[in-house]
């Protein structure tokens, strides 16, 4: 049972075991000619064809250059399945904890009176606390947090920009 940053890490491990098969010249991008010549040393048959074959799979604005977003970008799609139930089960797992009265939903004043009670946080710490996970969570402002409010944080957290 992989957590959401243990999917991230095996999509990072996933581009760069990537980028070492082909990037021959090491700018972290791949060309049409770097992906032939890997086939060819590898006697992969028809290295040009396979080539095309990569290009339309992963060259998604069709530049001719497949760029680590886009390696990244298949990456997280191979790994998608795995990634969605991480999201699914951290945010069970959110849930459980601060969702004391069940409705999955997670009200301003219910995450305030759960961080006093099984954080010991005085109610000054506790509402800063709630302030600043509602200020990133609570898109809607309606101080309510929702599971499809949830899911969209954790994934977001889970999509590094680089
Ligand atoms: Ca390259
Ligand atoms: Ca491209
Ligand atoms: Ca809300």
Redesign the pocket.
């Known amino acids: 049972m992989a957590t959401v940053s243990e999917v991230c890490q095996k999509i990072e491990d996933d581009v760069e075991s990537m980028?070492q098969k082909?990037?021959?010249?090491?700018?972290?991008?791949?060309?049409r000619s770097?992906v032939i010549e890997y086939f060819t040393q590898n006697k992969v048959k028809n290295p040009k064809i396979s080539a095309v074959m990569i290009f339309k799979l992963l060259d998604t604005d069709r530049d001719d250059?497949i760029s680590i977003n886009e390696i990244r970008k298949h990456a997280t799609k191979l790994n998608q399945k795995n990634l969605e139930d991480a999201i699914t089960r951290e945010v069970k797992q959110f849930l459980g904890r601060h969702d004391t009265n069940g409705d999955q939903k997670i009200t301003f004043d219910e995450f305030v009176e759960d961080l006093v009670k099984t954080e010991k946080m005085d109610k000054e710490t506790a509402k800063d606390t709630a302030d600043f996970f509602f200020s990133e969570i609570d898109t809607d402002k309606d101080n309510i947090l929702t599971v499809a409010e949830l899911r969209k944080y954790v994934g977001s957290l889970a999509n590094p920009q680089q």
């Open positions: 980028l082909y990037d021959k010249d090491g700018d972290r991008s791949l060309t770097e250059t």
